[in-house]
C-alpha cells in the first residue's frame, strides 16, 4: 500500500511540474471567437517549430478567462501571476481600446510584456447588394441630411470599436455622431443577419466578417478601413481614404505575458514567435483564419501598441469616451 501511495504521490509531482512547464494560452472571454481563433493561431504556429533547435513547450493548453472585457485576465495576471515565464494572454485591438478607456481601471500599457502580434483584421462599411447606397460617400451625405432614417448595426453599445469605427467615419465628415441611430446586437453574424433582413440598413464591423457574406452577392462593401486594398474576396472595395475620409482601423491579434517575466523567458518567446512570423506555412495558417499579414514583436509590439493606446485615448476623449 506504501508502495503505492508513493508511486500516486510520485506521479501527481510528475504531473504538476509537467503542467508547470507546459505553455498555457489564456483566452480573456468565452469559448469561441476572435480571442479563442488568436489562441488556437498560437498554437499551431508553435506546433510548427517542434524539431527546431530550441523548441518550445509541446503541450500547449488553452484555457478560458472571460469577464469584464478582458479585464478579469488582465489583473489575474498583473496581480497574481506576474512572473509566469509560459503564460500567454490573447489580445486584439478591442483590448487595447478598452486599456485606452479606462475599462482596466488605471491599467497602462506598459504594465505587462507584449510579445506578438500574429496578424490583422480590418474595419468595413456594409450595406445589402440593392441598397441605394453605392459608395461610402453617398451614406455619409444620407446620414448627414436624414440621419433618423438610417439604422446602423454595431457589435456592442456605446465605444465598442464598431460603433467608434462608424462615428470616426462620419466626424471625419463633418457629422455628428450623436445624432445617428446605432442599434447594439451580439457579434457580426448578428448585425449581418440584422441587415440582410432589413431591421438594420448598415453593419459596421470587420473586413473577416464582411468577406463571408460579400462571396455570397447580397452583400455590398462600401469602404474597407486599411490603409491599401485587401487581397482576395474584398479586392475590389475601395478603402475610406481613396474616398476622401481618412480614417484606418487595423484590428490587431496577438499575445502577451506578465510583466515580472525574466528578460530570458521573454526574449525565448518573442524570438520563437519572430519564427513563427517567418514560415510560410504560418502564413496559410493566418490566411484561414481569416487574418491579414500584420507581424510585430517584442519591443516593436510595445511600441505599436502605446501608440496605438494613446491614439485610442485620444480619439475615445474627442467622442467624450474616457473614464
Known sequence: MTKVLLALIAALFLGVAAQAASLECIVPSKPGGAMDLTCKLAQKGLQGLRGSPNPPPSDMHISYLPGGIGAVAWHSLVSQRRAEPNTLVAFSGGSLL????????????????????????????????????????????????????????????????????????????????????????????????????????????????????????????????????????????????????????????????????????????????DRVLASPQFAQMRAASGLFPFGLTGDALGAYVKKAVDDYGRRAAELGLVR
Not at 247 to 260: A, E, L, S
Open 98 to 273: 478598452n486599456l485606452a478607456q479606462g475599462k482596466f481601471g488605471k491599467a497602462k500599457a506598459a504594465d505587462v510584456r507584449w510579445v506578438a502580434a500574429l496578424g490583422a483584421d480590418y474595419g468595413m462599411i456594409a450595406v445589402r447588394a440593392d441598397s441605394p447606397y453605392k459608395t461610402l460617400g453617398e451614406l455619409v451625405a444620407a446620414l448627414k441630411d436624414h440621419p433618423q432614417k438610417v439604422l446602423i448595426g454595431v457589435s456592442g453599445t456605446i465605444g465598442s470599436q464598431d460603433w467608434l469605427k462608424m462615428a470616426m467615419v462620419v466626424k471625419t465628415a463633418g457629422v455628428d455622431p450623436k445624432v445617428l441611430r446605432f442599434v447594439a446586437l451580439e457579434g457580426g453574424g448578428e448585425a449581418f443577419a440584422a441587415m440582410h433582413a432589413n431591421l438594420v440598413q448598415v453593419v459596421s464591423g470587420d473586413a473577416s466578417e464582411a468577406t463571408l457574406y460579400a462571396a455570397s452577392g447580397n452583400t455590398r462593401v462600401l469602404a474597407i478601413l486599411a490603409e491599401h486594398r485587401l487581397p482576395g474576396v474584398l479586392a475590389n472595395v475601395p478603402t475610406a481614404r481613396e474616398q476622401g475620409i481618412d480614417v484606418v482601423w487595423p484590428i490587431i491579434r496577438g499575445v502577451w505575458m506578465g510583466p515580472q517575466v525574466s528578460d530570458a523567458d521573454y526574449q525565448h518567446w518573442v524570438s520563437n514567435f
